[in-house]
C-alpha cells in the first residue's frame, strides 16, 4: 500500500524484518491520527505475513516522535475526545504477535516515548531523549505513559519524568531499565536490524509463545504468571518446533524450524 506518513520496507539479508519509518520529519514525526491509522495497518499486515520474523519501528535522527500532534489535538474536547475514541487506534501495536523493537534516534517526547514503550525492546542512539513534557502543555500521558513508565523505572523516576516534563538522554535511559541498550546514532539501525535477525533465527511459534509468556507479567500477580508460564511452557512441548530444537542440540546441529 501507499502510505503518507509512514515508510515501510522489507530489511536484512533473509529478508525477514519488516521496518517501519515514521515519515513527517517536518512536524518531528508528531502522531497525528492519520499517521497512526497507517502504523497500526502497516504492524498488522507484517504481523500477518508469514515472511516476517520482527518489526521494527524507527523514526529519523532527530526525532523518533515528538509526541501527539498538538496541533491536532488543540480544539478538540472533552466530549469529542469520549465520542471519537480519541486515541483508540494505538491498542493496535500492542496486540501484534510478533516482536515489535523501537530504534529511537533524536526525541521520544509525550505520546513518541509512550509509542516506544509499546514496543517490546527498545534500542536507542545516543542522542537520543525520552521524555513526558504533555504537563508543559497543561495535560497528562494519554497512551500508557503513567502506567507503563513505572513499570519501567519505579515509581520515583516515573513521577520525577511526569511530574517535571524534563528530558532524559539515552544513558540515563538505560541505566534506569527503559532502553535495553544504547549505540552510535549511525549504527542504531544496523544493530536494531541484527537483534530482528537474530529473533529470526528462532521459531515464530515459540517466539510468539515467549512474548506472550513475558507480557503476562505485567497483567497478573505473580503466583498467576507462574502458573500462566507453566501452560505456556508445557504447551511448547505440543509443538513440532520444541522437538526439533531438543533434537538438534543433541544431534549437535542447527536446528530446522518449521513455525509448527
Ligand atoms: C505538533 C509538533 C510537535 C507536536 C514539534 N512539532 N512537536 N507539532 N505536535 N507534538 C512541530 C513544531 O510545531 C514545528 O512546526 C516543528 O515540529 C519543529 O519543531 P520545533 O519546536 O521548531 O523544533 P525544536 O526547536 O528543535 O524543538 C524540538 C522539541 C519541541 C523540543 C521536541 O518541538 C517540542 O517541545 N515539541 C513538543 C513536545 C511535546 O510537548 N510533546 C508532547 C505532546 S502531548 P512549525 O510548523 O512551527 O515548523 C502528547 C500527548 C500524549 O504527546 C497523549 C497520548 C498520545
Known amino acids: 500500500p501507499q502510505y503518507e506518513n ?10 525477514n524484518v519488516g521496518l517501519i519509518q515514521l515519515n513527517r520529519p517536518k512536524a518531528l514525526n508528531a502522531l497525528c491520527k492519520p499517521l497512526f491509522i497507517e502504523l497500526g495497518k502497516a504492524v498488522n499486515d507484517f504481523d500477518a505475513d508469514q ?30 475526545n469520549t465520542k471519537d475514541g480519541f486515541l483508540k487506534q494505538w491498542e493496535d501495536i500492542s496486540n501484534c504477535g510478533k516482536p515489535v523493537i523501537a530504534a529511537v534516534n533524536g526525541f521520544a517526547l509525550g505520546g513518541g516515548c509512550e509509542l516506544a514503550m509499546l514496543c517490546d525492546i527498545i534500542y536507542a542512539g545516543e542522542k537520543a531523549k525520552f521524555g513526558q513534557p504533555e504537563i508543559n502543555i497543561g495535560t497528562i500521558p494519554g497512551a500508557g505513559g503513567t502506567q507503563r513508565l513505572p513499570r ?22 538505560e541505566k534506569m ?16 536490524i541484527k537483534l530482528a535477525e537474530r529473533i529470526g533465527t528462532h521459531s515464530p511459534l515459540i517466539v510468539k509463545m515467549a512474548k506472550q509468556a513475558v507480557n503476562q507479567a505485567y497483567e497478573t500477580t505473580l503466583k498467576s504468571g507462574l502458573v500462566y508460564e507453566k501452560s505456556i511452557f508445557y504447551g511448547t512441548f505440543a509443538t513440532a518446533d520444541r522437538k526439533e530444537g531438543m533434537t538438534a542440540f543433541i544431534d549437535k546441529r542447527s536446528p530446522n524450524f518449521k513455525n509448527e
Not at 520525577?160 to 540515563?172: C, P, Q, R, Y
Open 152 to 173: 519501567y523505572v519505579g515509581k520515583s523516576k516515573a513521577m520525577e519524568i511526569v511530574l517535571t516534563g524534563n528530558f532524559i538522554d539515552a544513558h540515563e535511559a
Open 51 to 80: 515472511s516476517i520474523a520482527a518489526i521494527i519501528i524507527t523514526g529519523n535522527e532527530k526525532a523518533f516522535a515528538a509526541g501527539a500532534d498538538i496541533k491536532e489535538m488543540q480544539n478538540n474536547t472533552y466530549s469529542s
Open 177 to 192: 531499565g527503559l532502553v535495553s541498550k544504547v549505540f552510535p546514532v549511525d549504527k542504531l539501525l544496523e544493530e536494531t
Open 6 to 15: 509512514i515508510k515501510v520496507d522489507v530489511v536484512g539479508t533473509k529478508k
